[in-house]
């Protein structure tokens, strides 16, 4: 199993553009989970999805989108990139919502915008 | 949102010596989580607490969730560089949403 791949590691985005985020799990996992990490600060759910075809926002939605056509794939889009939206993304996933099941993270997607 | 305070912000260490964090929250969680994340990595998970007074050890690692139900802590016995990473705590209460603390930046000299 690859578990949580994410693409691509890095990207410098000018302010005003848009992208898309990818976030993939082999895991047959249910729950999906998108986080920004911002420095010195812990990470902060942006949105989540409980299956295929359910997204529901999370703290800090706000100038993301997100999709979950399969169970598989979970892509975050960036429509209008702003310097407050450099930061780094982490996608998450595990099989339900409860404490007994893992969240298992990605990589990471570091992301700046200039 | 809801906050989790986790101290020390950062620690700089000898090889060797012993390291104690600890994590405290407004409101109280049903699970505390203890994650590791090592530089360019995600974090990954290094022990699940699921009562209250509960003491749970995992090699070198030993966490406690506290009696109050709104503090937890980590302790890390005889350092060793591969220990080097930031610690972040995370509570959960029910099928919430995790929330995670700040969390510890841990350096070790050799």
């Known amino acids: 199993n690859a578990g949580v791949t994410q693409t691509p590691k890095f990207r410098i985005l000018k302010i005003g553009q848009s992208m898309t985020l990818q976030c993939a799990q082999d895991?047959?996992?249910?729950?999906m989970y998108w986080y920004r990490q911002d420095p010195g600060m812990g990470l902060k759910l942006i949105y989540y999805?409980?299956?295929?075809?359910?997204?529901d926002k999370g703290e800090v939605p706000n100038g993301y989108n997100v999709s979950r056509s399969t169970t598989e794939d979970f892509p975050l889009r960036l429509e209008l990139a702003a310097p407050s939206q450099t930061s780094v993304y982490f996608c998450a996933s595990s099989y339900s919502a409860s404490s007994y099941n893992e969240q298992f993270f990605g990589p990471g997607t570091r992301l700046t915008v200039l | 949102g809801q906050q989790l305070n986790q101290s020390p912000q950062s620690m700089f260490i000898q090889e060797g010596e012993d390291v104690s964090m600890n994590c405290t929250s407004s409101s109280i969680f049903n699970t505390w989580l203890w994650y590791k994340q090592d530089p360019g990595e995600g974090p990954v998970l290094l022990i699940a607490l699921y009562k209250a007074g509960e003491l749970t050890s995992n090699g070198r690692l030993t966490a406690q969730f506290g009696i109050t139900r709104k503090d937890s802590f980590l302790n890390i016995s005889a350092s060793i560089p591969s220990d080097v990473g930031i610690y972040f705590c995370a509570g959960q209460r029910g099928a919430q949403k995790l929330v995670f603390g700040q969390g510890t930046r841990l350096t070790i000299n050799p």
């Open positions: 999805s409980v299956g295929a075809g359910i997204t």
């Open positions: 895991m047959n996992h249910n729950y």
